[in-house]
């Protein structure tokens, strides 16, 4: 073997006695317990052993803004308007420079997998893309990027922008997204990306419906839209903040259209909680969609950072176990098995959303997982266990030792 994992608890089997996990040519090739094979060994001593976290939904383009950028009224109007005057001066190299920043925080946070959303505009052009589309390669050795292309700015408002965004994809961004909500006739950009969704063959990740109201939500003509084209399972929608004020009966209406069309939900919890309720001086909104409450109809959902050290979130670390843990804390998550949910909607149901067949600790799949310092999934939430070790296609991408206490002799 390439390696071994010797006494492992493998997550989604944590009731099983431990486990020693082979590794052979990139993949998992033995996971039985007392394996008989030689090679490199790590001993995990009754640690977990997940698949690698999975980035759904983060902007690596503009991160670290916080030295050219203020965010002092914490609102969406402010964080756009002071972006849109920092991306004057975006570089492909500096674009770069701040998406390694953030990337390689990522990495030792246990991601193997990112969909990465990136701006196109007239003010920005293709620079951000230039810079963002090399470390494809680059880090691949560590995480796999997927691009989803989109106009943060407006679409059919502003002019040159659609053009740009066809560019994207020509050179090989793999999903089309929008901000349909800043366009005058939201489903004007809806209809549009879906087009050229279809044109392209990729699939569909929007920003939608971010506000603080019911009024105006566009969800269900997403809905309808994807069972129009055959989209459905092709389709996620990012914060929706407008669902989390609608009353029950309306709530679960809308999640039934969600489970029938294919369209799934991804929540942005530290964004949405330090967007939302910026109007009201008490009882403030929280903003964040309790999608657990989704699974259970078969809406596909999954938990993500978005903004990191920019002026939509001004703090961050990427680590997508403390994002599962702040949702849990948000949403009132006290049940066990909806703990562990939150796990699975950073590993496994972020997997399905980007469509990861070859993903998960099985014989045979590609050997990209995470060691963490707790014994299941239910402690890696509750506890923020930290991640120790990470592989990508079985080679170790970084370490970490455990803290450990100096008491006195």
């Avoid at 560019?167 to 929008?178: F, T, W």
């Avoid at 530290?270 to 008490?282: E, V």
């Avoid at 509750?382 to 990508?392: D, N, S």
Wanted: one cysteine or more; aromatic letters at 6%; glycine letters at 8%.
């Amino acid at each position: 073997m390439d390696l071994i994992l010797r006494n492992a608890r493998v997550a989604g089997d944590e009731d099983r006695p431990p486990v020693d996990i082979g590794i052979e040519a990139g993949r998992f090739a033995a996971i039985e317990a007392n394996l008989a094979a030689d090679g490199p060994e790590i001993d995990v001593d009754g640690r977990l052993v997940a698949p690698g976290f999975v980035e759904t939904h983060i902007h690596l383009d503009k991160s670290c803004l916080l030295d050219r950028c203020k965010s002092e009224e914490g609102t969406l109007a402010e964080a756009m308007a002071e972006v849109a005057k920092a991306k004057q001066a975006f570089e492909p190299d500096d674009v770069r420079q701040r998406a390694i920043r953030t990337l390689e925080k990522c990495i030792l946070q246990g991601t193997t997998h990112m969909r990465t959303h990136l701006e196109v505009d007239p003010v920005v052009g293709l620079r951000s893309l230039e810079g963002i589309l090399p470390l494809i390669e680059e880090y691949k050795w560590a995480i796999d990027i997927e691009i989803c292309i989109f106009s943060q700015d407006g679409l059919l408002d502003l002019p040159g922008a659609d053009e740009l965004i066809i560019e994207g994809l020509k050179r090989g961004c793999r999903v089309i997204g929008g901000a349909p909500y800043v366009d005058s006739v939201p489903t004007g950009q809806i209809d549009w990306i879906f087009e050229q969704a279809r044109e392209f063959d990729v699939d569909i990740d929007m920003h939608l419906d971010f506000g603080h109201t019911p009024e105006g939500m566009t969800i269900e003509h997403v809905c309808d839209r994807a069972e129009e084209y055959g989209y459905g399972g092709r389709v996620a929608v990012g914060h929706v903040t407008q669902m989390s004020t609608l009353p029950p009966a309306r709530f679960e209406e809308i999640t039934r259209r969600l489970a029938d069309a294919g369209v799934a939900v991804t929540v942005l919890p530290s964004t949405d909680l330090y967007l939302m309720g910026r109007h009201l001086d008490h009882d403030i909104i929280r903003g964040v969609v309790p999608i657990h409450k989704m699974l259970g109809h078969g809406v596909n959902c999954s938990l993500s950072s978005n903004n990191v050290l920019n002026p939509f979130t001004p703090f961050g670390d990427c680590s997508l176990i403390r994002m599962a843990n702040l949702y849990a804390n948000v949403c009132h998550v006290g049940q066990r098995d909806d703990t562990i949910e939150c796990f699975e909607m950073v590993t496994r149901r972020p997997a399905d959303l980007i469509g990861l067949p070859d993903y998960g600790v099985q014989v045979g799949k590609s050997a990209d997982c995470v060691v963490l310092d707790c014994p299941d999934r239910h402690a890696a939430v509750a506890e923020l266990a930290p991640p120790l070790y990470g592989f990508k296609r079985g080679r170790a991408t970084f370490k970490r030792e455990p803290a450990q206490l100096l008491a006195p002799q």
